[in-house]
């Protein structure tokens, strides 16, 4: 089945600091999207991007599908940002059930 | 505009108990998830269905049943709870388009299950 990597797997960055985390997909892919988890556990729609690039305030995403990648930029990071990033992408022959990658742990210090 | 909504929040079983989790969503979504989370783990899919009436099995649906007759609500059955069902369970619903790829998933605020 497909294999879905993100990396890096940890990241501690001061507050202020960018980042770019990166998904890479093994094949072709319906939608992909991102996810932040806070430390409370909860999940939180960040980007719905098949394709192309969005942008919701200090946060970005781009998703090049003909190269099987996908990039999540936090600008200006805040204490706030801390949690776990997830990749997950709809796959055409799995019934578009979500697949996803192992998470990025973000640590922003204040 | 609720989403979808997961009860309980929290729950301590024992060994042996059963319980439902339920869940519904009021966005007239067709696909419905239930996923659990597993410490320092990603998401793994328990059960799914297409729509009212019709439910399959993910990647791990052992010691789990679920039910869909309503397009809202999809509950999730633990019949003889195991430690090994301890964690973080999630519902998801999603609205497939016929003809499109509208996928995008929405989730409820998880369920902290404990089995001791």
């Known amino acids: 089945g497909i294999q879905v990597e993100q990396s890096p797997p940890d990241l501690i960055l001061q507050e202020g600091a960018n980042s770019t985390l990166r998904c890479n997909f093994s094949?072709?892919?319906?939608?992909l999207q991102w996810f932040h988890q806070n430390p409370w556990g909860q999940l939180i729609n960040l980007f719905y991007?098949?394709?192309?690039?969005k942008q919701n305030g200090r946060l970005s995403a781009t998703t090049v599908a003909t190269e099987r990648y996908s990039l999540l930029y936090i600008s200006s990071s805040q204490t706030t940002d801390s949690g776990v990033y997830f990749c997950?992408?709809?796959?055409?022959?799995?019934?578009?059930?979500?697949?996803w990658g192992a998470g990025t742990k973000l640590i922003i210090k204040p | 505009n609720a989403g979808v909504t997961q009860t309980p929040k929290f729950r301590i079983l024992k060994i042996g108990q059963s319980m439902t989790l339920q869940c519904t969503q009021d966005?007239?979504?067709?696909?419905m998830y239930w996923y659990r989370q597993d410490p320092g783990m990603g998401l793994k899919l328990i059960y799914y269905?297409?729509?009212?009436?019709?439910?399959d099995k993910g990647e791990v649906p052992n010691g789990y049943n679920v039910s869909r007759s309503t397009t809202e609500d999809f509950p999730l059955r633990l019949e003889l709870a195991a430690p090994s069902q301890t964690s973080v369970y999630f519902c998801?619903?999603?609205?497939?388009?016929?003809?499109?790829?509208?996928?995008?998933?929405?989730f409820g605020q998880g369920t902290r299950l404990t089995v001791v």
């Open positions: 997950a992408v709809v796959v055409r022959d799995s019934n578009y059930q979500l697949i």
């Open positions: 094949d072709s892919v319906n939608n």
């Open positions: 991007i098949p394709s192309g690039t």
């Open positions: 966005m007239n979504h067709n696909y």
């Open positions: 269905s297409v729509g009212a009436g019709i439910t």
């Open positions: 998801a619903s999603s609205y497939r388009m016929t003809g499109g790829l509208n996928t995008e998933a929405f």
